[in-house]
């Protein structure tokens, strides 16, 4: 970074510090951790580190636990050291497959080098307490406060107990520094939502929020990208009746409550979703109602009791397919903690879950290239299941169809647990069925011996050890 970007970085963060290439900025005031969890240093100088509160549902005792979370700018490699309160000897840093590799500084600190932008997970002991390390590279095109057609929160901490709403042609900017306690509702075309500040749904707890969904944006043209969203009430960020969604390096620290979804899209056509960080308690990536043309590409998600991907379920018919979706380049961080409901249950928690209803079709989607970081005995990889949805105002009393659908390059954990990542593939009667299913490179399948299931009427499935 030239001396003229690192000036106008400086001025334009409004509180930020720039060091050289790094920038790095303060905390909200309370917001800050203070239980010396973690500290975190980016080329020597200090990064502020936040806390995500603890579950306060469906997880408790020792499976309840807050997490962490630091964030800089860097157009370079930097060298990023970690103290832990607790023993850092077996620390990772996932996705694995980024090849991050923590050098250990003794019992309580372990350093690496990495070059932004990157989102990843350093975990001292497992999925509890770990800390959420986000790197971008520095704004330098960030919208001016006095312009008419931006929503501006400067850093520091604020609070909303009114809708901030955005019409056709407005940016909402989150500076760094900001943290907004609030809600977003977002109606016309060309519209924005950016920065490196955050929005929190703290203040309201499940079933008691001020509205149905955190962050809810209808329209054309939509971008959200770079922002930070944390502990919401309820789903967190939807596109409802939303065409030409571009979401980019987002991160979404969720995991406090119940029906906690990170990215719902429903009722939506041309939707990318890429280089982003979720982690909620309820599925990540879920699209309902009807969802054309979706792209979601290299993610790392992370659930607590549910879906890394659940597609469908809620449907609204045979004239509302979901068709032409593309998952690809996805790190699986963790499954759920415990998965002790039947396969039939439609709430079988999975890497992925597909469930087809009310006649609804489902063609033409492509699964490549997921990596999974810590198996469990537990965890599934696939139900594609044409199901009857109980949910709604309007009775469904029929399974959807399914069609056309590749996995690909699934890259199953030589050292997971015997038969873990079982797949299943049901129809739910001979009229509503599953036909038309290629797995292709499906490694250590075989070697490892995971379990398929297939029921009912499933036609055409390619690429199964024992099928042909």
């Keep these: 970074m030239n001396q003229a970007i690192r000036i106008a970085c400086a001025g334009l963060l409004a509180g930020a510090v720039a060091y050289g290439e790094v920038v790095t900025w303060p905390a909200a005031p309370g917001t800050a951790a203070t239980n010396g969890a973690f500290t975190v240093k980016v080329n020597g100088r200090p990064v502020d580190v936040i806390e995500i509160p603890k579950p306060t549902h469906c997880l408790k005792d020792n499976d309840a636990h807050p997490y962490y979370a630091a964030f800089f700018d860097a157009d370079e490699e930097v060298d990023v050291e970690v103290v832990g309160a607790a023993n850092m000897r077996r620390t990772r840093i996932l996705p694995t497959r980024r090849g991050i590799a923590p050098k250990v500084k003794g019992e309580h600190a372990v350093g690496f080098r990495a070059k932004p932008p990157f989102n990843v997970a350093v975990e001292p002991s497992g999925r509890h307490g770990a800390l959420v390390i986000a790197a971008n590279v520095p704004e330098r095109d960030a919208p001016k406060k006095d312009d008419p057609n931006v929503v501006y929160f400067g850093p520091g901490r604020h609070r909303r107990d009114k809708a901030i709403t955005l019409g056709s042609g407005q940016t909402l900017y989150l500076a760094p520094g900001a943290y907004v306690e609030g809600w977003v509702k977002a109606s016309g075309t060309n519209m924005t939502i950016r920065g490196r500040g955050i929005l929190s749904g703290l203040p309201w707890q499940w079933g008691k929020g001020p509205v149905g969904w955190m962050v809810a944006a209808q329209g054309r043209d939509i971008v959200v990208k770079d922002v930070t969203l944390m502990s919401s009430w309820t789903w967190m960020l939807v596109f409802n009746e939303a065409e030409n969604v571009l979401v980019d390096n987002i991160k979404l620290l969720n995991g406090r409550t119940l029906n906690d979804d990170g990215i719902d899209i429903c009722r939506s056509r041309h939707v990318a979703i890429r280089n982003s960080f ?84 489902f063609e033409d989607m492509v699964f490549e290239n997921f990596a999974f970081d810590a198996p469990q005995v537990q965890d599934l990889f696939l139900t594609l299941r044409t199901t009857i949805c109980r949910f709604g105002r309007k009775p469904i009393t029929q399974g959807g169809h399914a069609r056309n659908i590749t996995f690909r390059d699934i890259h199953f954990p030589k050292t997971r647990p015997l038969g873990a990542y079982g797949i299943w593939l049901h129809s739910v009667d001979p009229e509503h069925i599953v036909e038309d299913v290629t797995f292709e490179n499906l490694e250590a399948q075989e070697e490892f011996h995971v379990p398929v299931g297939i029921r009912g009427v499933v036609k055409n499935i390619k690429g199964l050890p024992g099928r042909k």
């Design 278 to 361: 979720i982690r909620s308690q309820d599925d990540c990536i879920a699209p309902k109602y009807w969802c054309e043309d979706l792209t979601v590409e290299n993610c790392a998600l992370w659930t607590d009791v549910a879906n890394i991907i659940r597609v469908g379920y809620e449907c609204l018919g045979r004239d509302y397919p979901f068709r032409n979706h593309r998952y690809r380049n996805i790190d699986v961080l963790h499954q759920a903690i415990h998965n002790d409901k039947s396969i039939d249950n439609y709430w079988t928690e999975n890497t992925i879950s597909i469930q087809p209803s009310n006649d609804a079709m």
